[in-house]
């Protein structure tokens, strides 16, 4: 059997290849290492490289969120109270601290460049909020995904039943 004869993908499939949902996982995994490597950097030498580039990467990376997160929520809606839902809302929560003191962070960063500062004075208390928040992000982001999937693969959702419950077309609620 070749893949033309599989039929079409079924919509979770081709949801988990959307070009919105991929700059939002390149993003994600670009600003983490990013981070760790800025984070780990001023630690054991005192220097914070790639500073710019991840300041540029954050900005794309709360803008892409922002449009992934709205047609997510408008596909998934309403709230259900299940492990799902609660860990996605725990990640989503989570990515708007990281990105709102990011910004916060990112600003200091711009001013400090525009007085022509050598040191930038990072308020310690929003580089901290930032940080554990970031690990809190790719923490709740994957229990999020393996909830899903988890909970899919408990219903038994192949292609063939998915297509057979009321309203699975859309894929609303879905995930």
Do not use: C, K
């Not at 700059?23 to 790639?50: K, M, N, Q, W, Y």
């Not at 596909?75 to 839902?85: I, M």
């Not at 990515?95 to 960063?109: D, I, K, Y």
């Amino acid at each position: 059997m070749t893949t033309g004869d599989a039929g079409p993908p079924p919509p979770r499939a081709l949801r988990l290849r959307a070009p919105l949902l991929l700059a939002l996982a390149v993003l994600l995994g670009f600003e983490a290492v990013g981070g760790l490597v800025i984070f780990f950097a001023r630690l054991a030498a005192g220097s914070t490289p790639g500073v710019a580039v991840h300041v540029a990467g954050g900005v794309a990376l709360t803008f892409v969120y922002a449009a992934y997160q709205w047609g997510h929520w408008r596909r998934v809606a309403p709230w259900r109270g299940r492990l799902d839902h609660v860990l996605g809302l725990i990640a989503a929560l989570s990515l708007v601290v990281t990105q709102g003191s990011g910004l916060w962070l990112a600003r200091e960063w711009w001013n400090a460049r525009l007085a022509r500062v050598a040191i930038v004075p990072y308020d310690p208390a929003v580089s901290a909020l930032h940080n554990v928040m970031n690990m809190l992000v790719l923490t709740f982001a994957g229990a999020h995904l393996g909830a899903v999937l988890q909970r899919d693969a408990r219903a038994g959702a192949g292609p063939a039943r998915r297509a057979a419950r009321p309203g699975s077309e859309s894929g609303r609620g879905e995930d």
